[in-house]
């Protein structure tokens, strides 16, 4: 018993590890389709890929995609966000004219750093490379309106803090409308309440709308626009079911008069 036992599990794990070598496989095919822009592949791999992300992932990306203006440029981090935004993009049609740089293939590809900055009549010449190099390129260069998901590490743009405004799940550079932006997020978010019940795996993800709903909250008290009753305690719904009520408690007093 114990030998068909072991058959059994060798044969299980292996049957794992093929699996795992051919979505490896499946990722690497995908980021070189991005790099070379081969959007006839794209399409056929992103097919491929959407059932290993959950329904619940992609909606987060698809309310990313909805929150932004057309023709604009997005930047991302890795695989792990611009893979599901490009998927939603070229399977589901939304908002199919946002441009998604990811910071990780720049840092990759020669050909991605010099295809891309081309695009936007940007310097491709470097003394030396870093997200944080590629980044302040495309901000300071680039005339399309940009924005920076909230997925990718703030101390890559920990210079440009000042410049760069949370409207979402995302932040604008040189925002000139933060608070009718913020506005029409929070009346977007109202099915997150309805959502969060089944998110398992994602809620770190989702946890990436509290600080736009805080912003919003906290703009509300300086007297932009007219209080809503109902932000303190969605906020705090959310709070908790993220695991977050502490630090949130305290930043919601702080901004309370």
């Known amino acids: ?16 590890k093929a699996q795992d070598n051919n979505l490896s496989k499946l990722k690497l095919d995908f980021e ?3 790099v070379n822009s081969d959007e006839a592949l794209i399409k056929t791999l992103a097919k491929q ?18 929150s932004l203006p057309s023709k604009s440029v997005l930047i991302t981090n890795g695989k792990d966000d611009t893979f599901p935004i490009i998927i939603t993009q070229v399977i589901n049609g939304i908002n199919p004219t946002v441009d998604v740089i990811s910071l990780n293939l720049l840092n990759k590809y020669p050909k991605y750093v010099e295809d891309t900055f081309s695009k936007y009549n940007v ?9 944080v190099i590629y980044l302040t390129r495309i901000l300071q260069q680039s005339k399309a309106k940009t924005f920076i998901a909230s997925t990718v590490n703030p101390s890559v743009y ?7 405004f949370l409207v979402g799940l ?13 506005q029409e997020f929070y009346k977007a978010s109202d099915f997150l309440i309805d959502l969060v019940p089944y998110l398992t795996t994602e809620k770190m993800l989702f946890s990436n709308y509290l600080a736009p709903l805080l912003t919003y909250y906290k703009l509300n008290q300086e007297g932009n626009g007219e209080k809503d009753k109902r932000l303190k305690p969605i906020i705090e719904a959310l709070a908790n079911y993220f695991g977050k009520t502490i630090p949130v408690t305290k930043i919601i007093k702080s901004y309370t008069k």
């Open 158 to 164: 920990t210079k440009h803090s000042k410049h760069l």
């Open 49 to 66: 890929l959407k059932p290993n992300y959950s329904k619940y992932k992609l909606i987060y990306y698809k309310e990313l995609l909805n």
């Open 123 to 131: 310097s491709s010449s470097f003394d030396k490379t870093s997200s």
């Open 1 to 16: 018993m114990r030998y068909i036992f072991i058959i059994i599990f060798s044969v299980f794990s292996a049957q794992l």
């Open 170 to 182: 995302s932040l604008e550079y040189k925002s000139m409308h933060q608070y009718k932006k913020l």
């Open 32 to 34: 070189l389709a991005i």
